[in-house]
């Protein structure tokens, strides 16, 4: 007979249950994080670009101010069965609304990166597609906002498990309509400018 019990709802316990219960509880999660996890399982789809870090201010360089050309931009840890990818760099903080600046898609599902300065042409030789944005022309368009506040410029790639059946010249609503029910993944960089 043991000289200690402890009392609980279901009747008496010896330090021995006591300590068994423990062990046991000790033996599952021993289990549990022995299990491997499927690879890539802690990865994040992710865009940057080597001009400006999230948040900060877009140099000029990339802007209607100075050569307006692209940024480098590059992505990592896209979700599994991308077939392509679509661009669309918008100003949710322009005086009319919400501005858009490029609208790129069918850009190659092996992609990683787009160079500085991608040509203002509507296709291009990877097979990338550019749209038309709202100065009525292809390709990209700057950050060109009125004098005052800091404006946001948001970056947005998507990963789509489809190429799109869209002619050059698309507008950004085209794009958003026909990659819908197709995104696997999405990021965003935002990058901020005024004058």
């Known amino acids: 007979m043991p000289l200690i019990t402890f009392t609980t709802r279901r009747g008496n316990r010896t330090p021995d249950d006591f300590v068994l219960t423990l062990?046991?509880?000790?033996?599952?999660?021993?289990?549990?994080?022995?299990?491997?996890?499927?690879?890539?399982?802690?990865?994040?789809?992710?865009?940057?670009?080597?001009a400006f870090s999230g948040n900060q201010m877009i140099p000029k360089k990339f802007t209607c101010d100075g050569a307006?050309?692209?940024?480098?931009?590059?992505?990592?840890?896209?979700?599994?069965g991308v077939k392509s990818f679509a661009l669309i760099m918008d100003d949710p903080d322009a005086p009319v609304g919400t501005w858009v600046?490029?609208?790129?898609y069918n850009l190659p599902a092996d992609a990683k990166e787009l160079p500085e300065g991608v040509t203002k042409q509507e296709q291009l030789p990877d097979g990338s597609v550019q749209g038309r944005n709202d100065f009525r022309k292809i390709g990209y368009g700057g950050p060109c906002p009125p004098a005052g506040k800091l404006h946001r410029y948001f970056f947005k790639l998507y990963a789509l498990d489809t190429k799109l059946g869209l002619k050059p010249g698309a507008s950004k609503s085209d794009v958003e309509r026909a990659m819908k029910s197709h995104v696997l993944g999405e990021t965003e960089l935002i990058g901020r400018y005024g004058r």
Do not use: C, M, N, Y
Request: hydrophobic share 55%.
């Open 23 to 50: 062990l046991g509880a000790l033996v599952v999660f021993a289990i549990l994080f022995s299990i491997p996890r499927a690879k890539g399982a802690d990865k994040v789809f992710q865009i940057s670009s080597a």
């Open 101 to 104: 600046h490029w609208v790129l």
């Open 68 to 80: 307006d050309v692209s940024p480098e931009l590059g992505w990592k840890d896209a979700p599994a």
